[in-house]
């Protein structure tokens, strides 16, 4: 009986491996829990997400879905978690001081037209575009916490209060992220600003 006993202790491991093949699992990698409990931390509102299909270039590291980020946005987006990271203290680091220097309120809402899409960039030959790697983000503009809208494609040209926000915005974005592009930059940026932060540099504020 003792004898049977222990051959049965003694393949518990085994048969526990064996249990445990099939079972899935949440992504992983040297960087994803660390990247994940950070924005838990920071408060960030997301979900963990599949891997965008594309493949290939289009591969997002450690993706998650997002509907807040220092900011409620207005639609969730697909993006890396390190650039979850990178927006969030975008969020709170710049674009609230300033919409509290400019306007005297918080921002409530921030909207944008698109974060991960598997695309290579138009006019740059075939250099895939950051949005490919969850990388990149393409705001069309923020609401205030009175209700007020805050558009690029309106409000970028001029000099109210709302046109030096937005530039000085700009400006701050190019000291964080690698690529930010605005309506000055070329027709395809007229209603937003796009923000990145792949391998290349350039700073259209």
Avoid at 10 to 32: I, S, W
Avoid at 34 to 41: E, T
Wanted: proline share 5%; hydrophobic share 45%.
């Amino acid at each position: 009986m003792r004898s049977g006993f222990y051959a049965i202790y003694a393949l518990l491991p085994a048969l526990l491996a064996a249990c445990a093949v099939g079972v899935p699992h949440a992504p992983a990698g040297p960087e994803a829990e660390p990247c994940v409990a950070r924005l838990d931390r920071a408060g960030v509102t997301y979900a963990v997400a599949a891997m965008p299909a594309g493949g290939g270039a289009c591969t997002v590291d450690t993706p998650v879905r997002v509907e807040a980020a220092g900011i409620a946005w207005n639609q969730p987006g697909v993006v890396s978690c390190a650039f979850a990271l990178d927006l969030d203290a975008f969020a709170r680091e710049d674009v609230t001081p300033l919409a509290l220097a400019r306007f005297g309120q918080k921002v409530r809402l921030l909207r944008h037209l698109g974060t991960f899409a598997c695309r290579r960039e138009t006019g740059n030959g075939n250099r895939w575009s950051a949005h490919a790697s969850g990388r990149a983000i393409d705001i069309a503009g923020f609401e205030l916490a009175d209700g007020s809208v805050i558009t690029v494609e309106r409000d970028w040209r001029g000099a109210g209060a709302k046109s030096l926000f937005l530039q000085d915005l700009a400006r701050r974005a190019c000291r964080r992220f690698s690529v930010v592009l605005t309506p000055d930059s070329d027709r395809d940026h007229r209603d937003h600003i796009h923000l990145d932060s792949g391998p290349w540099t350039l700073c259209g504020a």
